[in-house]
Every structure is written in structure tokens, then in C-alpha cells.
């Protein structure tokens, strides 16, 4: 059995934590690739849950054994620490997805119930039923075919009850933007549908456009320079990162 389950030094730790919420990533899906493409801005809070700042640090784009995932949404820290855990068990996608999602829903529970505690009203500002407040892309190629999973994770409490974390996930959608998107919803179906096209010939073209339109809407919370990365079955290639994503 795998020890996994956060001690308690862990738990005040991520407690204290940042948050990933200001960013915006894009993955795109052929038959042949993906490419991920990830802005720079990270939003910072203090361990009461109010925001701090606004930063560039940091590679949203990281490793996990063989695949590759995104950090979009609450508690990077979190993301990070259980994607370690499993980057040398060499598993397949979907079992490493539905482990890690089991893993960190248990967790968040943990987590999220401690921000509830700390401040109610600052808690359900946040949290409120249904709302997704994490999504993540974990991308890799297996048996000569791209695969990518993209995890939402939500809280299904009702009102004054305590944090009740689920999720779900969708397989290899063709075009998929994560975190800020609201450039993106308010695209026309006709418009969303002329962009995934469009990405099967140009996908890092359309991956620039989408963040950089996202910025123009929300300049605080979304920001260049933006990480591009390519996978195909020669292996992962970066297009582009800054020294952050190089370690």
C-alpha cells in the first residue's frame, strides 16, 4: 500500500501556500502530437486565503515519469507534491490519472476544509457548489498514440455543510483551454470549431492567440512569456520556456 496521505508538518505547509488560479494554458491534440502551450502568471495568497501578489515564477508545464502535466487551479504545491510521488511507477495514463485524481480529491478535502474553517465567508466567495476550481492536463505519448486526460475537480457541498471534493475526467479532446478561457467561451461554436482546425495545422499559432487574447481580457491574472511544449513519438521537445522550465 502507498503511503501518500499528507502528515501534518505537509498539511500547515500547503495550508501556507500559493495558489495557481491566474493562468491560462492551452493543449492541443492531432493524431500525430500535442502541444502545450502555458503563461507566467502565478496569483499568491497567504495562508488566511487572501491575496497576496501577483508573480512570474515558476514552470506550469512539468514532468510526472513518462507524461507531462499542467498546474492550473488551487494549491500548487499539492499538484506538485502528488505528481512526484507518482513519477517513478511507471504507469499507464488512465491508472495514473485515476490514482492521482483519488489522491488529490482526498487531499483537497483536507485542504479546502481548512480554508472553510479559517473563514467561511472567504470560502464560499470561492467555493461555492459545482464550481471547478482546479483543472490539469496530464499529456504523453503511449503505444505510438497521443493521449490526453484533462481532471476537473469541484466541490459538491451544499451550503453550509462541509467540502465534499469530486472529479471528473475527459479524454483527448482535440483543443482544450484551461484556467482563464473567457476569450475563448465567448467564441461563437462556429469560431471554437475554425480554431481546432486551425490547430491541426498550426497549433502553436493558435495556442499564442488564445493566451494573448486572454491576456488582453484579463492582464493581472494572465501573462507572457509563454512555454511552449511539444510531444510526438521522437520524444518532447520545447519550442519555447523560460529558465524555469529547464530544471
Known amino acids: 500500500m502507498h503511503v501518500y496521505f499528507l502528515i501534518n508538518a505537509l498539511v500547515i505547509y500547503v ?8 493562468t491560462c494554458v492551452v493543449v492541443t ?15 499568491v495568497f497567504s495562508a488566511e486565503g ?14 510526472c515519469g513518462k507524461f507531462f502535466y499542467t498546474l492550473v ?22 491508472n495514473l490519472i485515476n490514482t492521482y485524481a ?10 479546502i476544509n481548512g480554508l472553510r474553517n479559517q ?7 470561492n467555493f461555492y457548489p459545482y464550481n471547478i476550481f482546479t483543472e490539469m492536463a496530464f499529456v504523453g505519448i503511449e503505444n505510438d498514440v497521443p493521449q490526453v486526460r484533462i481532471i476537473e ?10 467540502v465534499n471534493v469530486r472529479f471528473r475526467i475527459k479524454t483527448n ?15 461563437t461554436s462556429e469560431a471554437k470549431y475554425e480554431m481546432i482546425v486551425k490547430s491541426k495545422t498550426n497549433s502553436i499559432g493558435v495556442i499564442k492567440e488564445l493566451i494573448e487574447n486572454q491576456e488582453k481580457l484579463s492582464p493581472k491574472e494572465v501573462g507572457t512569456p509563454i512555454d511552449i511544449l511539444q510531444i510526438d513519438s521522437k520524444g518532447p521537445v520545447w519550442v519555447a520556456r523560460k529558465p524555469e522550465c529547464m530544471d
Request: charged letters at 20%; proline letters at 3%.
Open 173 to 187: 479532446p482535440p483543443l482544450v483551454v484551461l484556467g482563464y478561457k473567457s476569450s475563448f467561451n465567448k467564441l
Open 50 to 63: 487572501t491575496f497576496k501578489e501577483y508573480t512570474n515564477i515558476g514552470c506550469k508545464i512539468r514532468q
Open 102 to 111: 483519488e489522491r488529490m480529491s482526498y487531499d483537497y478535502n483536507i485542504y
Open 73 to 94: 487551479g488551487v494549491n500548487d504545491v499539492l499538484q506538485i507534491h502528488h505528481a512526484n510521488l507518482l513519477a517513478g511507477e511507471n504507469l499507464q495514463i488512465d
Open 15 to 22: 495550508l501556507s501556500s500559493s495558489t495557481i488560479l491566474a
Open 29 to 43: 491534440r492531432t493524431d500525430t502530437q500535442i502541444i502545450v502551450g502555458a503563461d507566467s502568471r502565478r496569483q
Open 119 to 125: 473563514n467561511i465567508e472567504l470560502f464560499n466567495n
Open 153 to 162: 475537480f469541484c466541490n459538491t457541498n451544499l451550503p453550509d455543510a462541509a
